[in-house]
């Protein structure tokens, strides 16, 4: 059994696949094509749908936290040294952070709020979080269709936007309707 996941613009991968009903490669093809926008892919295997969704639901991989995301928890840097190289004490205090260089120690001269839960990481509390090797976010895929045998199924509940009316929308000339 062979995978192989595509990611590239959205555009390209809509373009093979026929954007169109006179221009799609197999049977509706067109409507995937429709809901490639944004940060969307396509990964092709012979595998049955359940294992696939099942493999993505267990693959979850954390990552360090950006701008605008929300908190997972509140972290507290207890005032003391901290175990971070000498050299980025100056970054840390052009971040917020309240530090100095003891005998060549950084040390936090009080307690500091990096974040609270629940609220938006500003950039300089990401970044802080970041230098700490606080992965806070957590990236997984979404499984939104399936294509087999020119039939589309739509998976995801929390996105419409790949559903795609059998009736009038398949009419040739209706290609801008999304």
Known sequence: VREAVVST????????????????????????????????????TNKQVDEVKDWFASHKQYCYARSGSVATET???????????????????????PT????GVIVLDQEHTVCSAGKPLTTQQAVILKHLGNSMAEFQVELISCWSEGKLT?????????????????????????
Request: cysteine-free.
């Open 9 to 44: 613009q959205s555009t390209g991968m809509a373009l093979s696949l026929g954007r169109t009903i006179e221009a799609e490669y197999k049977k509706d093809l067109h409507k995937v094509s429709k809901g490639l926008v944004g940060k969307r892919g396509l990964l092709f």
């Open 75 to 97: 972290v507290v840097l207890p005032e003391g040294p901290l175990d971070l190289p000498h050299p980025m004490e100056p970054q840390l205090r052009q971040l917020g952070l």
């Open 100 to 103: 100095r260089l003891k005998e």
């Open 154 to 178: 739509i998976l995801s509940e929390n996105n419409s936007s790949m559903e795609v009316a059998d009736d009038v929308n398949d009419e040739p000339g209706d290609e801008n309707e999304i």
